[in-house]
């Protein structure tokens, strides 16, 4: 088989969903440096899909006040995510991951998961259907048992989880990467509600979360206007307490210390003393 671009056109993916692309632009960039906190090998290959001309450069330039305000952080965060992510499965047999709005993660992929993991990557029809393409025409292996559900997070996911084999009974691995500060806060409260009751004891969430500012305003403006009206903010408390309120045990880390630790920048929204800078962090959280 011949591995390329899909066969037939993809349709333009719009709103929210376009966002992930973005996210995969930047972790191409960072899987082409030599000291790369983690090797994305289809990110390319998403961006190609949606523009395939001209071809993503090697180091992002249409928009360089986007890359070089949002490069940082989503390579750290991915990392650590990453990292969580494999830890919990490491202590988990057979555990059930769930990826909610997946975008163009590619983690089913790309990270060497435990045997018998289940990998559930949950996203709106469109985004999955863009991604399945684009990984079908790479002939992509899943590392992990893989099973698409199809849903929106506004709606009732639960029971589409549930009807694609999730099991409620066991531990669940959730992440929910780059999603809150796209909710409003009594939305978020709704669905870490619903990831609350869903979770059985030794269930794990992880997630990144950042305050707004007039830095990140205008790496989302660079994009799209349309980036800037899609933030909503979040939570209305900061993540521990807010985690605590709702049950978990959290562990929270500010997005600079995670950085230093990994030998990168503090990335410049992020950085103390910084003119506008806002306050970012990488969480994990038990529920016991």
Not at 116 to 132: I, M
Not at 133 to 157: I, K, P
Not at 244 to 260: C, S
Request: charged share 20%.
């Amino acid at each position: 088989m011949t591995m390329g671009h899909p066969t037939e056109p993809m349709p333009p993916l719009t709103g929210i969903a376009a966002t992930s692309l973005g996210v995969a632009w930047l972790r191409a960039a960072e899987s082409d440096r030599a000291d790369r906190l983690f090797d994305d090998p289809y990110a390319r290959r998403f961006v190609a899909a949606a523009a395939p001309s001209p071809p993503l450069p090697s180091a992002p330039s249409a928009s360089p006040d986007f890359y070089e305000l949002m490069a940082g952080q989503v390579a750290v965060r991915t990392r650590f995510l990453d990292d969580a992510l494999l830890r919990a499965a490491a202590d988990h047999p057979r555990a059930q991951v769930v990826l909610l709005a997946c975008g163009m993660d590619a983690r089913t992929f790309r990270l060497p998961w435990p045997t018998g993991t289940r990998v559930f990557e949950l996203d709106l029809a469109e985004t999955l259907a863009f991604k399945n393409a684009v990984l079908t025409a790479q002939g992509a292996v899943a590392s992990c048992q893989r099973t698409t559900v199809a849903a929106d997070l506004r709606e009732d996911w639960p029971t589409a989880l549930a009807g694609a084999g999730w099991q409620l009974r066991l531990p669940t691995l959730w992440l929910a990467e780059g999603i809150w500060y796209a909710l409003a806060a009594e939305a978020a409260d709704l669905l870490l509600q619903r990831i609350t009751t869903l979770s059985a004891p030794g269930s794990l969430l992880a997630f990144d979360h950042n305050e707004d500012s007039d830095l990140l305003r205008a790496a989302r403006a660079a994009i799209s206007p349309e980036l800037v009206a899609l933030w909503r903010g979040g939570p209305s408390q900061e993540p521990g307490s807010w985690l605590l309120r709702h049950g978990w045990r959290p562990t929270v880390h500010d997005i600079a210390a995670v950085a230093t630790q990994y030998g990168r920048p503090v990335p410049a929204p992020f950085r103390p003393g910084q003119r506008g800078r806002a306050r970012g962090w990488l969480v994990t959280a038990q529920r016991g």
